[in-house]
């Protein structure tokens, strides 16, 4: 009969001699690299192109939504608010708050949403751009195309890439 004296020593020498060998995770014994991580949205950015025809009207304020299905991935609200945005002309960019490891995959294919909110009547005609920046670099760019929003149609959506 082996007592149990006998039996710990050897089995912490195995655990001992087995835990300190140096073996390389199985990704690296057959050469491969480890797995890249997936490029993250660092930053969103949106800006405005305004078109012959109509301004923003300094008390109009502003608010964009960059979402996937259940997924919030970056927004701004109310901005803009205290600033006429003249025509034709450049206005931006505004930079959104943005949801921390976001994917670009999860980026891909969603909605930016863009809505008004004017103090009484006003029309504007503009294209929105979004500009994404990921942490590998890439940045996709996303317009609405020349579009009219006012008091009585507030809302303006468009596909990212």
Do not use: W
Request: hydrophobic fraction near 35%.
């Amino acid at each position: 009969m082996i007592r149990a004296t006998h039996v710990f020593p050897a089995v912490a020498v195995l655990l001992l001699t087995s835990a300190c060998t140096s073996q390389a995770p199985p990704s690296q014994q057959s050469g491969q690299l480890p797995p890249t991580p997936l490029p993250t949205l660092q930053s969103a950015a949106v800006r405005f192109e305004m078109s012959k025809g109509d301004n923003k009207n300094k008390d109009t304020h502003l608010a964009i939504a960059i979402t996937k299905e259940a997924l919030a991935i970056a927004r701004i609200d109310d901005f803009a608010g205290d600033q006429e945005f003249g025509d034709p002309g450049n206005y931006g960019p505004f930079n959104l708050n943005v949801q921390p490891g976001v994917t670009k995959e999860q980026y891909r294919g969603s909605t930016t949403r863009l809505t008004v909110a004017p103090s009484g009547r006003d029309r504007v005609i503009l294209n929105t751009v979004i500009d994404a920046r990921f942490s590998d670099g890439e940045v996709l760019t996303s317009q609405s195309g020349v579009r009219t929003v006012d008091q009585d149609n507030r809302i303006l959506e468009f596909q990212n890439p």
